[in-house]
């Protein structure tokens, strides 16, 4: 199986701040890496699809990159509602393994 | 409107069975894959496994086979999870999932509301 692993695990920032959360996976994924967020008590949301496809109706301030094993979800400008967790996928092998998740705590 | 919706919570004792249900609308439930994905209280995500509802084929994840069973039955357009003997550990919130693209598994843009599961004496 693939690992995907996230990091930081958790992040203070403040609003207006650049954020920028990087996953790695264990083999070359190429690009087949999405980013999800998720809220408190709700469903994952797509965010980036593909390594760097910003999902429809997701606001341009959300951008990803990366290929092989390495990937970064970056927020430009960070929004009060930003604060959620994100996790990265995989999705080049079955199981689409997630990644454990960052946390973004208001400070 | 595209959704999934799934069967409400359930509370059972360790050894009992279960099955928790996700129903798909407003697309073609036949050409989807739909997978279930769960997370433990507190918890990140985990990929459970994904199923056809087209001709039933069916992927685990390593460290769910044989502990689910995952199953459609595609004239009422839902996709079922099932345990034969629940222990505590299966405490959780399940989600079915669909992907962006028909006949393609990944990349999920449509999630159901989530089932959650509380397993205890």
């Known amino acids: 199986d693939i690992q995907m692993t996230q990091s930081p695990s958790s992040l203070s920032p403040s609003v207006g701040d650049r954020v920028t959360i990087t996953c790695r996976a264990s083999?070359?994924?190429?690009?087949?890496l999405n980013w999800y967020q998720q809220k408190p008590g709700k469903a994952p949301k797509l965010l980036i699809y593909?390594?760097?496809s910003l999902e429809s109706g997701v606001p341009s301030r959300f951008t990803g990159s990366g290929s092989g094993t390495d990937f970064t979800l970056t927020i430009s400008s960070l929004q009060p509602e930003d604060f959620a967790t994100y996790y990265c996928?995989?999705?080049?092998?079955?199981?689409?393994?997630f990644g454990q998740g960052t946390k973004l705590q208001i400070k | 409107e595209v959704q999934l919706e799934q069967s409400g919570a359930e509370v059972k004792k360790p050894g009992e069975s279960l099955k928790i249900s996700c129903t798909g609308s407003g697309f073609s439930f036949t050409t989807y894959w739909i997978a279930w994905v769960r997370q433990m209280p507190g918890k990140g995500l985990e990929w459970m496994g994904i199923?056809?509802?087209?001709?039933?084929?069916?992927r685990y994840s390593p460290s769910f086979q044989g502990q689910v069973t995952i199953s459609a039955d595609k004239s009422i357009n839902t996709a079922y999870l099932q345990w034969t003997s629940l222990k505590a550990s299966d405490t959780a919130m399940y989600y079915c999932a669909r992907p962006k693209d028909a006949y393609i598994m990944d990349t999920f843009d449509i999630w159901g509301q989530g089932t959650k599961a509380t397993v205890s004496s």
């Open positions: 593909a390594a760097s």
């Open positions: 199923i056809y509802p087209g001709d039933s084929d069916v």
């Open positions: 996928q995989q999705s080049y092998n079955t199981p689409h393994s």
């Open positions: 083999q070359s994924i190429v690009k087949y």
